[in-house]
């Protein structure tokens, strides 16, 4: 449903983009997935929660987004990009009782809808190889909250949230990414690159507790919400405009 909801939504956008502009410059429209890479680069990919006996611990692992993508040429040098993507956020969390060890291990899944918007300088390597480079906002929209419960030896209790405020659900990112693409008339443009986001706030409150018949132990912290990625696009072949408003000269 999430997928059918996006292709809708970009429908216009690649009925519009697949043609020169008015200034002889290609539009596109394509898909792109990108991997998300746990680091610690830009940002903690990982957080260690203590109370008395009770500790837990969550670590993002490789996840993926995927959506459609819009370039719309302002010049041979500079175009702009923006599209809509869905992000699938994978954490892993280890639980423990220390002084029982009693451990646990589960995974959480988190859902984000993403609409980029970035500058991308354009530079031609040779006939069909050219280099990009882009820096850009990401505007995020988290829908839900999200949490697991696990009851290792039946009568202990390790619940986990991820809880996105309802003041929070839209937060703003900063991206930078650099790549190659090569460019074909007949079968379109296929890139391959990397990015580099960093969140200007956490992704959610993560909130830990462990309960063992009335005895009970809580945590929380903020997530930060920072990553790296592989990102790969691919846009269809644009149709050139039979009319432009400014047609090339003789030279060129």
């Known amino acids: 449903m999430r997928v059918i909801i996006i292709i809708l939504f970009l429908l216009p956008f690649s009925l519009f983009s697949q043609k020169e502009n008015k200034f002889g410059v290609p539009n596109y429209f394509g898909f792109q997935t990108r991997m998300i890479i746990p680091s610690n680069t830009i940002g903690p990919n990982s957080m260690t929660l203590t109370k008395d006996y009770f500790t837990t611990t969550i670590q993002q692992q490789v996840g993926y987004t995927f959506g459609g993508v819009v370039r719309l040429g302002l010049s041979e040098l500079i175009s702009i990009e923006t599209g809509l993507n869905y992000v699938q956020r994978i954490y892993g969390i280890t639980m423990q009782r220390t002084d029982s060890n009693i451990v646990a291990h589960n995974t959480m899944h988190f859902i984000q809808y993403d609409i980029p918007l970035a500058a991308v300088i354009n530079v031609k390597l040779s006939k069909v190889v050219?280099?990009?480079?882009?820096?850009?906002?990401?505007?995020?929209?988290?829908?839900?909250?999200?949490?697991?419960?696990?009851?290792?030896?039946?009568?202990?209790?390790?619940?986990?949230?991820?809880?996105?405020?309802?003041?929070?659900?839209?937060?703003?990112?900063?991206?930078?990414?650099?790549?190659?693409?090569?460019?074909?008339?007949?079968?379109?443009?296929?890139?391959?690159?990397?990015?580099?986001?960093?969140?200007?706030?956490?992704?959610?409150?993560?909130?830990?507790?462990?309960?063992?018949?009335?005895?009970?132990?809580?945590?929380?912290?903020?997530?930060?919400?920072?990553?790296?990625?592989?990102?790969?696009?691919?846009?269809?072949?644009?149709?050139r405009a039979r009319n432009l408003i400014f047609k090339p000269g003789p030279i060129e």
């Open 130 to 239: 050219f280099a990009n480079a882009s820096l850009g906002i990401a505007l995020q929209n988290k829908p839900s909250n999200v949490g697991i419960i696990d009851h290792p030896y039946g009568i202990h209790e390790f619940f986990h949230l991820g809880i996105v405020d309802i003041h929070k659900k839209n937060a703003l990112d900063l991206t930078a990414s650099t790549g190659f693409e090569f460019r074909t008339k007949k079968s379109g443009v296929f890139y391959i690159g990397g990015t580099a986001r960093v969140a200007m706030s956490p992704v959610f409150q993560f909130v830990g507790k462990y309960k063992y018949v009335n005895d009970a132990r809580v945590v929380y912290g903020n997530m930060n919400g920072s990553y790296l990625s592989v990102d790969f696009k691919y846009f269809l072949p644009y149709k």
